[in-house]
């Protein structure tokens, strides 16, 4: 019997195996079932097999994947460490990932500050652009 968060390892080796080399959208898919399954480890087997390996730079989804999951597991402390260090400036996708694991965990006071942040990343974009308007203050 094969555990659900086991297929998409066989199906990934099974790819490799017949010659078909994986893209960007290939690894997207890997870290988002990492996310969905709270696989830590193997995610970052697969950033670092992604780049190593395979010679694909990591985009803002690929990070992404990895914050959400951190989120989803309870490590914001390691989620804002890789918001922080990424080589890509978070967008609004990665701070309402943060956000919302903040809400699920019940952590009212970093979820101000990433609320803050929010407001922040783009100023055209219409939820920001109405908060920041309308003075919007955490919590709402």
Known sequence: QI???D???????KMLSIGIK??????????????????????H?????MNTYHG?????????CIIDMLGRVGR???????????????DLVVWHSVLGACKQLGNAKLGKLVFEHTLNVDKKIPTSFVAN???????F
């Open 76 to 90: 914001l402390d390691l989620a804002l460490t890789c918001v922080k260090k990424m080589p890509i400036p978070p």
């Open 22 to 43: 994986p893209d960007d959208v290939t690894f997207t898919v890997i870290l988002r079932a990492c996310s969905q399954t709270g696989l830590i480890n193997k995610s």
């Open 3 to 5: 555990r659900d968060d």
């Open 133 to 139: 308007r309308l003075g919007v203050q955490w919590p």
């Open 56 to 64: 694909i730079k990591a985009t803002l989804k690929h990070h992404t």
């Open 7 to 13: 297929k998409f390892s066989l199906i990934f080796k």
């Open 45 to 49: 087997t697969y950033m670092n097999t």
